[in-house]
Nanobody, 127 residues
Framework: QVQVMESGGDSVQAGGSLRLSCVVS????????LPWFRRAPGKEREGFAA???????NYANSVKGRFTISIDFVKNTLYLQMNALKPEDTAMYYC?????????????????????WGLGTQVTVSS
């Protein structure tokens, strides 16, 4: 059974940095899709970063150049390094997971693609 659990959310000032973690269990090595999503108050859930088992990544324009997704296979942990944070980055952040034996040159960011979700971790960026 695939399970994910996020941590690392905090309150930071604009321009600051934060690293989120997501411990993943139940996935086959290299056969996965692991994305980050966020939901801001009053807004739709947004998929903004994803990584596939072959190392391919995909970023939404809203975070490209500021956020970096990575994996530590030894620790079974997905990371999200967030730099140059803005107040509009304030949201509940979720990781998700999908076991996949397909090759994705561009890992998908659509929520419908994923069935295993964490409970979220809150990020608040103040101006």
């Amino acid at each position: 059974q695939v399970q994910v659990m996020e941590s690392g959310g905090d309150s930071v000032q604009a321009g600051g940095s934060l690293r989120l973690s997501c411990v993943v269990s139940g996935l086959s090595y290299s056969h996965f899709l692991l994305p980050w999503f966020r939901r801001a108050p009053g807004k739709e859930r947004e998929g903004f970063a994803a990584v596939g088992g072959v190392g391919s990544t995909n970023y939404a324009n809203s975070v490209k150049g500021r956020f970096t997704i990575s994996i530590d296979f030894v620790k079974n942990t997905l990371y999200l390094q967030m730099n140059a944070l803005k107040p509009e980055d304030t949201a509940m952040y979720y990781c998700a997971a999908k076991e996949s034996y397909a090759y994705y040159a561009v890992p998908p960011l659509g929520a419908d693609e994923y069935t295993n979700w964490g409970l979220g971790t809150q990020v608040t960026v103040s101006s």
